[in-house]
Nanobody
């Protein structure tokens, strides 16, 4: 079992920045991909970014390339998503995800609202 807890959501103005964090616990040794997904009202959940471990290879949705950066700190068992140049269309609930090759695990989600 893997437990994931997100933090860092909130309200930010367009063009602003926000950093999300995800703390992992449990059988984290089995995880080889972690990522961020988001779901806006009335829309399907979509991939934002992923990062492999080990290796740290990253992958981003086209809509966030150049604006968002995913990173991880293995010593602290955390993953972060630095979000810059935020747009109203980035408004969504953001979820932390972990995959060990057999099971997927999800956090409870954190709301990000981009509005003036």
């Amino acid at each position: 079992q893997v437990q994931l807890v997100e933090a860092g959501g909130g309200l930010v103005q367009p063009g602003g920045s926000l950093t999300l964090s995800c703390a992992a616990s449990g059988s984290i040794f089995s995880i080889y991909v972690m990522g961020w997904y988001r779901q806006a009202p009335g829309r399907q959940r979509e991939l934002v970014a992923t990062i492999t471990q080990p290796g740290g290879s990253t992958n981003y949705a086209d809509s966030v390339k150049g604006r968002f950066t995913i990173s991880r700190d293995n010593a602290k068992n955390t993953m972060s998503l630095q979000m810059n140049s935020l747009k109203p269309e980035d408004t969504a609930v953001y979820y932390c995800n972990a995959y060990n090759g057999r099971y997927e695990y999800w956090g409870q989600g954190t709301q990000v609202t981009v509005s003036s």
